[in-house]
Protein backbone atom coordinates (compact mmCIF):
# COMPACT_ATOMS: atom_id res chain seq x y z
CA UNK A 1 0.00 0.00 0.00
CA UNK A 2 3.00 2.39 0.98
CA UNK A 3 4.57 1.82 -2.81
CA UNK A 4 1.12 2.44 -4.14
CA UNK A 5 0.43 5.32 -2.25
CA UNK A 6 3.84 6.86 -3.85
CA UNK A 7 3.57 5.77 -7.09
CA UNK A 8 0.19 7.81 -6.98
CA UNK A 9 1.80 10.88 -5.40
CA UNK A 10 4.44 10.86 -7.51
CA UNK A 11 1.94 10.83 -10.91
CA UNK A 12 -0.06 13.66 -8.97
CA UNK A 13 3.12 15.69 -8.68
CA UNK A 14 4.52 15.32 -12.35
CA UNK A 15 0.99 16.00 -13.95
CA UNK A 16 1.29 19.57 -11.18
CA UNK A 17 4.43 20.15 -12.80
CA UNK A 18 3.15 19.29 -16.12
CA UNK A 19 -0.03 21.63 -15.45
CA UNK A 20 2.48 24.52 -14.33
CA UNK A 21 4.58 24.38 -17.15
CA UNK A 22 1.68 24.49 -19.92
CA UNK A 23 0.43 27.33 -18.18
CA UNK A 24 3.36 29.29 -17.67
CA UNK A 25 4.03 28.93 -21.93
CA UNK A 26 1.00 29.67 -22.69
CA UNK A 27 1.07 33.07 -20.67
CA UNK A 28 4.07 33.70 -22.16
CA UNK A 29 2.59 32.87 -25.48
CA UNK A 30 -0.66 35.42 -24.50
CA UNK A 31 2.15 38.64 -23.11
CA UNK A 32 4.00 38.29 -26.60
CA UNK A 33 0.85 39.09 -28.95
CA UNK A 34 -0.49 42.05 -29.58
CA UNK A 35 -4.35 42.92 -29.74
CA UNK A 36 -4.92 42.04 -33.38
CA UNK A 37 -2.94 38.64 -32.93
CA UNK A 38 -5.56 37.71 -29.76
CA UNK A 39 -8.47 38.41 -31.52
CA UNK A 40 -7.33 36.33 -34.82
CA UNK A 41 -6.57 33.70 -32.22
CA UNK A 42 -10.06 33.82 -30.37
CA UNK A 43 -11.31 33.90 -33.97
CA UNK A 44 -9.40 30.41 -34.76
CA UNK A 45 -10.37 28.84 -32.00
CA UNK A 46 -13.83 29.68 -32.92
CA UNK A 47 -13.30 27.77 -36.33
CA UNK A 48 -11.33 24.95 -34.65
CA UNK A 49 -14.32 24.65 -32.75
CA UNK A 50 -16.91 24.41 -35.26
CA UNK A 51 -14.71 21.99 -37.48
CA UNK A 52 -14.50 20.24 -34.70
CA UNK A 53 -18.64 19.45 -34.80
CA UNK A 54 -19.23 19.79 -38.20
CA UNK A 55 -17.44 19.73 -41.48
CA UNK A 56 -18.54 20.32 -44.92
CA UNK A 57 -20.36 17.32 -46.42
CA UNK A 58 -18.34 18.38 -49.85
CA UNK A 59 -14.48 18.30 -48.04
CA UNK A 60 -15.11 14.73 -46.12
CA UNK A 61 -17.54 13.35 -49.06
CA UNK A 62 -15.21 14.83 -51.52
CA UNK A 63 -15.17 12.66 -54.85
CA UNK A 64 -11.24 11.56 -55.41
CA UNK A 65 -12.61 9.84 -59.02
CA UNK A 66 -12.81 13.54 -60.66
CA UNK A 67 -9.60 15.13 -60.39
CA UNK A 68 -6.58 14.18 -62.43
CA UNK A 69 -3.32 12.69 -61.15
CA UNK A 70 -0.73 15.64 -61.06
CA UNK A 71 2.15 16.06 -63.59
CA UNK A 72 5.00 17.71 -62.06
CA UNK A 73 6.71 19.55 -64.77
CA UNK A 74 10.20 18.31 -65.84
CA UNK A 75 10.20 15.72 -62.52
CA UNK A 76 10.20 12.66 -64.93
CA UNK A 77 12.75 13.85 -67.13
CA UNK A 78 15.33 14.74 -64.10
CA UNK A 79 15.05 11.63 -62.52
CA UNK A 80 15.81 10.04 -65.55
CA UNK A 81 18.82 11.81 -66.30
CA UNK A 82 20.27 10.52 -63.09
CA UNK A 83 19.47 7.06 -63.81
CA UNK A 84 23.49 5.89 -65.45
CA UNK A 85 24.55 7.16 -61.65
CA UNK A 86 25.31 3.72 -60.41
CA UNK A 87 25.83 4.79 -56.56
CA UNK A 88 22.89 6.70 -56.50
CA UNK A 89 20.34 3.84 -57.67
CA UNK A 90 22.33 1.35 -54.99
CA UNK A 91 21.37 3.86 -52.41
CA UNK A 92 17.86 4.31 -53.86
CA UNK A 93 17.34 -0.16 -53.89
CA UNK A 94 18.79 -0.37 -50.56
CA UNK A 95 16.50 2.45 -49.36
CA UNK A 96 13.50 0.51 -50.93
CA UNK A 97 14.20 -2.73 -49.62
CA UNK A 98 15.26 -1.77 -46.39
CA UNK A 99 11.84 0.56 -46.16
CA UNK A 100 9.47 -2.71 -48.05
CA UNK A 101 11.64 -5.02 -44.70
CA UNK A 102 10.14 -2.01 -42.15
CA UNK A 103 13.55 -0.70 -41.44
CA UNK A 104 12.89 3.14 -40.94
CA UNK A 105 15.42 5.47 -39.16
CA UNK A 106 14.84 8.84 -38.77
CA UNK A 107 16.44 11.67 -36.63
CA UNK A 108 18.54 9.59 -35.27
CA UNK A 109 16.37 7.26 -33.88
CA UNK A 110 15.48 3.22 -35.50
CA UNK A 111 11.88 2.15 -35.46
CA UNK A 112 10.93 -0.82 -34.63
CA UNK A 113 11.25 -3.76 -37.03
CA UNK A 114 7.83 -5.61 -37.55
CA UNK A 115 7.52 -7.83 -35.47
CA UNK A 116 5.66 -10.92 -37.80
CA UNK A 117 5.09 -13.12 -34.24
CA UNK A 118 2.81 -10.34 -33.32
CA UNK A 119 0.65 -10.53 -36.65
CA UNK A 120 2.49 -7.94 -38.64
CA UNK A 121 2.14 -9.54 -41.47
CA UNK A 122 3.46 -7.73 -44.74
CA UNK A 123 0.86 -7.32 -47.28
CA UNK A 124 1.94 -7.56 -50.97
CA UNK A 125 5.45 -8.19 -49.14
CA UNK A 126 5.27 -4.64 -47.96
CA UNK A 127 5.17 -3.54 -44.23
CA UNK A 128 3.73 -0.50 -43.01
CA UNK A 129 5.23 1.53 -40.08
CA UNK A 130 2.39 2.51 -37.07
CA UNK A 131 2.08 6.33 -38.03
CA UNK A 132 1.37 7.39 -34.40
CA UNK A 133 4.29 5.15 -32.26
CA UNK A 134 6.92 7.12 -30.49
CA UNK A 135 10.25 5.03 -31.06
CA UNK A 136 11.89 6.15 -28.47
CA UNK A 137 9.08 5.75 -25.56
CA UNK A 138 7.10 2.94 -27.53
CA UNK A 139 3.83 4.83 -26.96
CA UNK A 140 1.03 5.70 -29.07
CA UNK A 141 -0.28 9.40 -29.70
CA UNK A 142 -3.65 9.42 -30.08
CA UNK A 143 -4.94 8.57 -33.10
CA UNK A 144 -8.84 9.10 -33.11
CA UNK A 145 -9.19 12.16 -31.15
CA UNK A 146 -9.94 15.89 -32.87
CA UNK A 147 -6.46 16.60 -33.79
CA UNK A 148 -6.44 20.42 -32.17
CA UNK A 149 -7.74 18.52 -29.04
CA UNK A 150 -4.57 17.05 -28.37
CA UNK A 151 -2.12 19.23 -26.53
CA UNK A 152 1.25 17.58 -28.58
CA UNK A 153 3.82 20.71 -27.18
CA UNK A 154 2.94 19.34 -23.83
CA UNK A 155 2.00 15.78 -23.50
CA UNK A 156 5.71 14.02 -22.50
CA UNK A 157 4.11 11.12 -21.45
CA UNK A 158 3.72 10.53 -25.78
CA UNK A 159 7.24 11.44 -26.80
CA UNK A 160 8.49 14.43 -28.67
CA UNK A 161 5.58 14.92 -31.37
CA UNK A 162 8.54 15.12 -34.17
CA UNK A 163 9.40 11.76 -34.52
CA UNK A 164 6.25 10.87 -35.29
CA UNK A 165 5.57 13.73 -37.66
CA UNK A 166 8.90 13.41 -39.00
CA UNK A 167 8.13 9.78 -40.68
CA UNK A 168 4.28 11.40 -41.71
CA UNK A 169 6.29 13.78 -44.00
CA UNK A 170 6.26 10.74 -46.28
CA UNK A 171 9.45 12.22 -48.04
CA UNK A 172 11.41 8.95 -47.44
CA UNK A 173 9.31 7.83 -50.59
CA UNK A 174 10.17 10.20 -52.85
CA UNK A 175 13.82 8.12 -53.68
CA UNK A 176 11.52 5.01 -53.91
CA UNK A 177 9.13 6.50 -55.93
CA UNK A 178 12.18 7.75 -58.33
CA UNK A 179 14.15 4.82 -58.41
CA UNK A 180 10.72 2.91 -59.22
CA UNK A 181 10.17 5.19 -62.30
CA UNK A 182 13.92 4.17 -63.51
CA UNK A 183 14.36 1.11 -62.72
CA UNK A 184 10.40 0.22 -63.70
CA UNK A 185 10.86 -1.92 -60.41
CA UNK A 186 7.73 -3.14 -59.14
CA UNK A 187 8.13 -3.81 -55.76
CA UNK A 188 8.93 0.08 -54.97
CA UNK A 189 5.97 0.85 -56.68
CA UNK A 190 4.11 -1.50 -54.56
CA UNK A 191 6.25 0.14 -51.92
CA UNK A 192 4.97 3.39 -52.08
CA UNK A 193 1.49 2.35 -52.73
CA UNK A 194 1.05 0.32 -49.68
CA UNK A 195 2.48 3.50 -47.57
CA UNK A 196 0.60 5.75 -49.00
CA UNK A 197 -3.00 3.79 -48.61
CA UNK A 198 -1.91 3.04 -45.24
CA UNK A 199 -1.23 6.68 -43.98
CA UNK A 200 -4.45 7.74 -45.42
CA UNK A 201 -6.56 4.84 -43.80
CA UNK A 202 -4.96 5.10 -40.39
CA UNK A 203 -5.06 8.98 -40.18
CA UNK A 204 -8.84 10.18 -40.75
CA UNK A 205 -9.30 12.96 -41.81
CA UNK A 206 -8.32 15.90 -39.36
CA UNK A 207 -7.76 13.13 -36.35
CA UNK A 208 -4.50 13.00 -34.60
CA UNK A 209 -1.60 14.94 -34.24
CA UNK A 210 -0.70 14.32 -37.65
CA UNK A 211 -2.88 16.73 -38.73
CA UNK A 212 -2.32 19.43 -35.93
CA UNK A 213 0.21 21.57 -37.49
CA UNK A 214 0.13 23.18 -40.72
CA UNK A 215 4.11 23.27 -42.11
CA UNK A 216 2.93 19.25 -41.54
CA UNK A 217 0.40 18.73 -43.49
CA UNK A 218 2.31 21.36 -46.10
CA UNK A 219 4.98 19.15 -46.60
CA UNK A 220 3.17 15.80 -47.24
CA UNK A 221 1.43 17.19 -49.92
CA UNK A 222 4.72 17.69 -51.48
CA UNK A 223 5.83 14.31 -51.31
CA UNK A 224 2.27 12.75 -52.10
CA UNK A 225 2.64 14.80 -55.06
CA UNK A 226 5.74 13.55 -56.11
CA UNK A 227 4.79 10.26 -55.25
CA UNK A 228 1.70 10.43 -57.67
CA UNK A 229 3.73 12.14 -60.56
CA UNK A 230 6.17 9.38 -60.57
CA UNK A 231 4.38 6.62 -60.34
CA UNK A 232 0.68 7.16 -59.60
CA UNK A 233 0.07 5.61 -62.60
CA UNK A 234 0.49 2.47 -61.33
CA UNK A 235 -1.43 2.57 -58.51
CA UNK A 236 -4.98 1.10 -58.33
CA UNK A 237 -7.73 2.79 -59.14
CA UNK A 238 -8.74 3.07 -55.67
CA UNK A 239 -6.05 4.36 -54.13
CA UNK A 240 -5.41 6.90 -56.63
CA UNK A 241 -8.82 8.20 -55.95
CA UNK A 242 -8.17 8.15 -51.74
CA UNK A 243 -4.82 10.04 -52.59
CA UNK A 244 -6.11 12.36 -54.39
CA UNK A 245 -9.25 12.58 -52.02
CA UNK A 246 -6.93 13.41 -49.38
CA UNK A 247 -4.84 15.88 -50.86
CA UNK A 248 -7.59 18.07 -51.45
CA UNK A 249 -8.42 17.53 -47.63
CA UNK A 250 -5.53 18.43 -46.81
CA UNK A 251 -5.47 21.90 -48.90
CA UNK A 252 -9.08 22.93 -47.63
CA UNK A 253 -6.99 22.46 -43.93
CA UNK A 254 -4.51 24.60 -44.81
CA UNK A 255 -6.48 27.35 -46.60
CA UNK A 256 -8.88 27.41 -43.22
CA UNK A 257 -6.07 27.70 -40.72
CA UNK A 258 -3.44 29.98 -42.19
CA UNK A 259 -0.67 31.05 -39.92
CA UNK A 260 -0.92 34.43 -38.87
CA UNK A 261 1.34 37.66 -36.62
CA UNK A 262 4.08 35.63 -34.85
CA UNK A 263 3.58 32.38 -36.31
CA UNK A 264 4.07 34.30 -40.04
CA UNK A 265 7.68 33.05 -40.34
CA UNK A 266 8.58 29.40 -42.05
CA UNK A 267 5.10 27.95 -41.19
CA UNK A 268 3.19 30.35 -43.16
CA UNK A 269 5.89 29.58 -45.90
CA UNK A 270 5.69 25.72 -46.25
CA UNK A 271 1.66 26.24 -45.90
CA UNK A 272 1.63 29.18 -48.81
CA UNK A 273 3.71 26.54 -50.76
CA UNK A 274 1.88 23.80 -50.35
CA UNK A 275 -1.06 25.57 -51.46
CA UNK A 276 0.15 26.75 -54.42
CA UNK A 277 1.91 23.55 -55.74
CA UNK A 278 -1.61 21.57 -55.24
CA UNK A 279 -3.58 24.47 -56.64
CA UNK A 280 -0.95 24.39 -59.53
CA UNK A 281 -0.75 20.74 -60.00
CA UNK A 282 -4.34 19.38 -59.54
CA UNK A 283 -6.06 22.38 -61.22
CA UNK A 284 -9.28 20.64 -60.94
CA UNK A 285 -9.96 20.37 -58.02
CA UNK A 286 -12.25 22.83 -56.22
CA UNK A 287 -10.51 25.65 -54.83
CA UNK A 288 -7.63 24.81 -56.94
CA UNK A 289 -7.65 28.58 -58.40
CA UNK A 290 -7.67 30.39 -55.23
CA UNK A 291 -5.05 28.28 -53.36
CA UNK A 292 -2.60 29.03 -56.37
CA UNK A 293 -3.13 32.57 -56.24
CA UNK A 294 -3.53 33.05 -52.33
CA UNK A 295 -0.18 30.26 -52.32
CA UNK A 296 1.78 32.94 -55.20
CA UNK A 297 0.91 36.41 -53.54
CA UNK A 298 1.93 35.19 -49.92
CA UNK A 299 5.77 33.86 -51.29
CA UNK A 300 5.82 37.03 -53.06
CA UNK A 301 5.20 38.75 -50.55
CA UNK A 302 7.29 36.37 -47.41
CA UNK A 303 10.19 36.41 -49.72
CA UNK A 304 11.00 39.76 -48.62
CA UNK A 305 9.97 39.68 -45.41
CA UNK A 306 11.39 36.23 -44.09
CA UNK A 307 15.05 36.91 -45.44
CA UNK A 308 16.67 40.22 -44.94
CA UNK A 309 18.76 42.42 -47.71
CA UNK A 310 22.08 41.34 -45.88
CA UNK A 311 20.27 37.39 -46.82
CA UNK A 312 19.99 36.79 -43.36
CA UNK A 313 16.74 34.65 -42.32
CA UNK A 314 14.38 37.07 -39.78
CA UNK A 315 13.96 33.89 -37.35
CA UNK A 316 17.61 34.18 -36.86
CA UNK A 317 18.22 30.93 -37.75
CA UNK A 318 20.31 29.15 -40.24
CA UNK A 319 18.38 26.45 -40.77
CA UNK A 320 15.09 28.21 -41.01
CA UNK A 321 16.59 30.24 -43.37
CA UNK A 322 17.67 27.68 -45.76
CA UNK A 323 14.13 25.59 -45.32
CA UNK A 324 12.29 29.19 -46.49
CA UNK A 325 14.72 29.61 -49.47
CA UNK A 326 13.97 25.66 -50.32
CA UNK A 327 10.17 26.47 -50.60
CA UNK A 328 10.97 29.34 -52.16
CA UNK A 329 12.96 28.07 -54.87
CA UNK A 330 10.03 24.72 -55.34
CA UNK A 331 7.83 27.19 -56.42
CA UNK A 332 9.49 29.49 -57.99
CA UNK A 333 10.58 26.52 -60.63
CA UNK A 334 7.36 25.16 -61.19
CA UNK A 335 6.04 28.60 -61.53
CA UNK A 336 8.65 29.02 -64.12
CA UNK A 337 8.21 25.44 -65.72
CA UNK A 338 4.28 25.58 -65.43
CA UNK A 339 4.52 29.51 -67.46
CA UNK A 340 3.36 31.46 -65.05
CA UNK A 341 6.72 32.83 -63.67
CA UNK A 342 6.87 34.66 -60.29
CA UNK A 343 7.37 38.43 -60.42
CA UNK A 344 10.83 39.27 -61.16
CA UNK A 345 10.48 41.84 -58.52
CA UNK A 346 10.98 38.96 -56.07
Not at 96 to 104: K, P
Not at 236 to 264: E, K, M, N, V
Request: aromatic share 10%; with cysteine.
Amino acid sequence: MGRERMVKGQGSSENLVRLVRKARWYRNRLAAMSAPEIAHRLEEQLRRRVSRLHLPGAVTGFDGTKPALPTWPGLAEGVGRVAGDAELLADWSAHAVATQAGRLSFLGIDWPEPDTGAGQAAVDGVHVPDWHLDPATGQRWPHDRYCFDISYRHADEYGDVKNVWELSRLQYLQPIAAYALVAEDASAVATCERHLASWVAENPVYKGVHWSSGIEVGFRIVSILVVLSLVGDRFAADTRHALLRSLYQHGWWLARFPSRHSSANNHLVAEAAGLFLLGTLCPDMPGARRWRSYGRAVLERECQRQIYSDGVGAEQSPAYAALTLEWLLLCGDLGRRSDEPFSAAN
